[in-house]
């Protein structure tokens, strides 16, 4: 450091942060403010499961970077610690088929991964329901991001399976958490009516944080991150303000904090200013977008791609583009359109043609150049 005080510049072997990390999209926070009726809820239907009995069943629901994952994975920490019940996530967006869910509760209860060899699905589902019974165990599996099951058609089966493993598998004690985060979905009205027969949850909302939330929330986690007097409360507002904008997504406001901050030492600089956040947020606004683009599959992807050259098009004329690059049928077409729909990154409206009927305009909701960054 130099010795002069006034010395606004940093040095080679200086840097704004204290711990870089805590502004990790994995980074689990020490302490989870604005949420005590969420985790009051979570945890009543959870206490029978300590008691060895089937817990009740539990739909979260809310926007994106509302704390939904954080706060399942915080309880299923403190179960973990301090009692016996097992418990599983599982992400749907990576995990989203009956058999692949089953798949990663057979690894995460025997430790080790199913044969691949193709093993049946009632074989799977026996061998997992057996080592419950035999161990005694009460299993609590929570089924993060479930819309993408539901986007596959495998959230009625892979439910069905989860609910009524007691009947199948006598002793067998499963509880579901579904998370979701499309707020458009209807979890239990998308369901077959078999399953709604069987699945009555308890409903948990976790509404967007407001702006004196978030920056309460992101303060705490500059304090962490940040070394002292790196960001002032003008800076800290203007970031609280801007993830508000976003939807109340506290990822945008973490990431926005870490940029801000990059950027600030890119200046060379010992405090972040509004202006590095500014500048940030043309990146960090996009969090969403990224997230949701890095999940999609190849022929996912490669049909974003051909959108984004005939942006606005309608979708025969595109699908025609399209199908000269891969060999996919136009029903499995159709099916991917309603997913890029559902998650928001297209929109596919019917719009009358002349001579042709009802046909569907795709169009991009973001920034033709930002989403093909981004591929
Ligand atoms: N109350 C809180 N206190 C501290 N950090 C929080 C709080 N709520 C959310 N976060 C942080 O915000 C980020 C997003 O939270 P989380 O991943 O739990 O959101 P989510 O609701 O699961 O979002 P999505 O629906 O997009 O999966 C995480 O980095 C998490 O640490
Ligand atoms: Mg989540």
Redesign the pocket.
């Known amino acids: 450091m130099s010795d002069d005080p006034e010395d606004r510049m940093l040095g080679w072997d200086e840097s704004v942060f204290r711990d870089e990390h805590v502004f990790e999209?994995d980074?689990l926070?020490e302490?989870?403010?604005?949420?005590d009726t969420q985790m009051e809820t979570l945890k009543y239907a959870l206490r029978p499961a300590v008691r060895g009995s089937r817990p009740l069943n539990v739909i979260a629901r809310?926007p994106?970077?509302?704390?939904?994952?954080?706060a399942a994975q915080i309880l299923f920490d403190e179960l973990t610690a301090q009692t016996d019940v097992k418990t599983v996530r599982v992400n749907c967006q990576m995990d989203s088929t009956r058999y692949a869910v089953f798949s990663r509760l057979f690894a995460e209860i025997f430790d080790y991964e199913p044969p691949s060899s193709g093993i049946s699905f009632k074989k799977l589902f026996s061998q997992i329901t057996d080592k419950l019974v035999e161990e005694d165990e009460v299993l609590v599996v929570a089924l993060d991001?479930v819309n993408y099951l539901f986007y596959e058609s495998e959230a009625s089966d892979t439910l069905y399976s989860l609910l009524r493993a007691h009947e199948a598998h006598s002793g067998a004690k499963i509880g579901v958490i579904c998370v979701s985060?499309d707020l458009e979905l209807d979890v239990i009205d998308a369901l077959d009516t078999r399953v709604q027969s069987v699945f009555r949850p308890e409903e948990v909302y976790?509404n967007p944080y407001g702006q004196a939330e978030i920056a309460d929330?992101l303060g705490e986690r500059a304090d962490r991150g940040f070394n002292e007097g790196v960001v002032g409360p003008t800076v800290l507002d203007r970031v609280a303000e801007l993830t508000e904008e976003q939807g109340g997504d506290?990822?945008v406001g973490?990431d926005l904090l870490r940029r801000a901050g990059m950027n600030a030492e890119m200046r060379a600089s010992r405090s972040v200013e509004t202006e590095d956040v500014e500048e940030a947020y043309d990146k960090s606004k996009y969090v969403h977008l990224s997230r949701r683009l890095r999940e999609l599959s190849d022929s996912e992807t490669a049909l974003v791609e051909v959108i984004a050259a005939h942006d606005g098009q309608q979708a025969g004329d595109i699908y025609d583009a399209f199908s000269e690059q891969t060999d996919l049928g136009y029903t499995r077409y159709s099916e991917i359109i309603n997913k890029l729909d559902q998650l928001d990154i297209i929109d596919a409206d019917y719009t009358n043609v002349e001579g042709r009927g009802r046909s569907r305009e795709l169009t991009l909701n973001y920034d033709a150049d930002a989403v093909l960054e981004r591929l």
């Open positions: 999209i980074w926070p302490t989870f403010k604005h949420r809310g994106p970077g509302t704390g939904k994952t954080t991001d985060s976790f929330i506290l990822r973490i």
